[in-house]
């Protein structure tokens, strides 16, 4: 039922755990992990004109290429693509996941409310609300209970 996965990363170490989620899933399924780290340009628009976009942008795409070798080397054994792309993170992970022809999306969401939800946005929730292809989200902040089962964590949105 599931032969490729789609796994963003930002490459923050709360975001290990949906990839966990996402490894054991993938074991399961027999399936393969696409992995992707999206540079956000646009958050870097309001930079000066003298500032070195070159370098910003080699930067970004060193700290992405660092984090979606990270996903590669957690999945011990599972098959894993790796690509570092560019644009609107949720828009690119929506696209790339119906583009690659992935079945699912598993992603970490931080589990914000309230304000805070309000003020930061989700890149998760307009993912689950743009993607046309099954997501699957994982409280990346939730302290996991001794002896848990993983899946008690995740929500098929």
Known sequence: MYDRILVPTDGSAEVERAVEYA?????EHDATIRTVYVVNAASYGGLPMETAWDGISDALREEGTEAVERVEALA???PVETAVLEGSPSRV???EARADGCDLVIMGTHG?????????GSVAERV????????LTVNVEE????GESIDARATVE
Do not use: K, N, Q, W
């Not at 490894?23 to 074991?27: C, I, N, P, S």
């Not at 914000?112 to 930061?120: A, F, P, Q, S």
């Not at 302290?143 to 001794?146: F, N």
């Open 23 to 27: 490894v054991e899933f993938a074991r």
């Open 76 to 78: 011990d054994g599972v």
């Open 93 to 95: 992970i929506a696209e």
């Open 112 to 120: 914000r409310g309230g304000i805070d939800r309000l003020l930061l």
């Open 128 to 135: 689950v609300r743009c993607s046309t292809v099954p997501v």
């Open 143 to 146: 302290e996991r209970v001794e």
